[in-house]
């Protein structure tokens, strides 16, 4: 059990690397690729390949390996359960550090490895990840370095200001066609964080759930370009939201506009769905301007 655990909290993170790399149906999934990336031996990648198999996203071969059997455009992320990070609370505790400026824009494994008396294998499981959530950077011969927009409030608005162009746009697309078994999927979820997974989720967890949202309502567009620009605003966006839904009290209001947009848009009413987004995307991104420190992140 504590190995499919194990599987199921790098599951997310596997299909997000292969969300990211426009994977398409056929692919081999390479274990020593995912292994390097996510900073794992070959076995645990192995087992979420075996997961991915049981969820219908991929097919194993004998004596080949597993493929992807969707493209990755078409594969969403709430068909899989969520699970906790095993290295959830000293990765947020590294990530409140960064956001809250004690660790410098330039650093060296060994300042961290004296700042929090870790194995120097853990630290680096924590600083992989943040590399491939495009925040932190190796430095050749200069150790890591931080990422400009981790202490850019200003762009971190620009961001909400960009998304309010896109994603009302996306919803008026002659082509949109609505996925209703992901609507359904979508709707469930966010009734469930209504019932009580906004106390019990994990922080990363929570801005997963809404980046989910959002990228499924773009995603029915068929419009790749906005697709893809919503997919990099999420990932741009992801770390800050790690610390911003500490506050989840407001959280219960936005599910609940949540699962409004999603009767606006399946009963048709997409032009007042679009305009109903806008104001919600609106409405978060003054919270931010009244922030005296990094701004409050909403999903």
């Known amino acids: 059990m504590i190995?499919?655990?194990?599987?199921?909290?790098?599951?997310?993170?596997?299909?997000?690397?292969?969300?990211?790399?426009?994977m398409k149906a056929g692919e081999p999934l390479r274990e020593q690729t995912f292994a390097q990336a996510l900073g794992v031996s070959?076995?645990?990648?192995?087992?979420?390949?075996?997961?991915?198999?049981?969820?219908?996203?991929?097919?194993?071969?004998?004596?080949?390996?597993?493929?992807?059997?969707?493209?990755?455009?078409?594969?969403?992320?709430?068909?899989?359960p969520l699970a906790s990070d095993p290295f959830e609370d000293f990765y947020l505790?590294?990530?409140?550090?960064?956001?809250?400026?004690?660790?410098?824009?330039?650093?060296?494994?060994?300042?961290l490895l004296r700042r929090y008396e870790v194995p120097r294998g853990q630290l680096l499981k924590v600083?992989?990840?943040?590399?491939?959530?495009?925040?932190?950077?190796?430095?050749?011969?200069?150790?890591?370095g931080l990422k400009d927009f981790v202490h850019n409030a200003q762009a971190h608005i620009q961001s909400y200001r960009f998304r309010m162009a896109i994603e009302p746009a996306a919803l008026l697309?002659?082509?949109?066609?609505?996925?209703?078994?992901?609507?359904?999927?979508?709707?469930?979820?966010?009734?469930?964080?209504?019932?009580?997974?906004?106390?019990?989720?994990?922080?990363?967890?929570?801005?997963?759930?809404?980046?989910?949202?959002?990228?499924?309502?773009?995603?029915?567009?068929?419009n790749v370009f906005f697709i893809d620009a919503i997919r990099q605003q999420n990932q741009l966006r992801r770390f800050i939201g790690y610390k911003a839904n500490v506050d989840r009290t407001r959280l219960m209001a936005q599910c609940q506009e949540h699962i409004h947009l999603l009767d606006l848009i399946e009963s048709d009413r997409r032009e007042e769905a679009a305009q109903f987004l806008w104001k919600h995307l609106d409405e978060v991104g003054r919270l931010k301007t009244q922030q005296d420190v990094m701004p409050d992140e909403g999903i």
Not at 129 to 144: D, F, K, T
Request: net charge negative; proline share 4%; hydrophobic share 40%.
């Open 42 to 80: 070959r076995s645990p990648v192995r087992r979420v390949f075996a997961l991915l198999a049981e969820w219908d996203l991929a097919i194993q071969e004998p004596n080949r390996g597993y493929f992807l059997k969707q493209d990755a455009g078409q594969i969403q992320e709430t068909t899989f």
């Open 127 to 144: 600083l992989n990840r943040l590399a491939s959530e495009a925040m932190v950077e190796r430095r050749p011969g200069q150790g890591w």
């Open 173 to 222: 697309e002659p082509g949109y066609q609505v996925n209703h078994a992901a609507f359904a999927q979508a709707r469930q979820q966010q009734q469930a964080m209504l019932d009580g997974d906004i106390q019990t989720l994990s922080r990363a967890q929570l801005f997963q759930v809404g980046a989910q949202f959002h990228e499924l309502i773009v995603q029915c567009s068929g």
């Open 93 to 111: 505790r590294v990530v409140d550090d960064i956001l809250g400026g004690e660790i410098p824009e330039h650093f060296f494994e060994a300042q």
């Open 3 to 22: 190995k499919k655990d194990l599987a199921l909290q790098l599951a997310p993170r596997v299909i997000e690397m292969i969300r990211a790399r426009s």
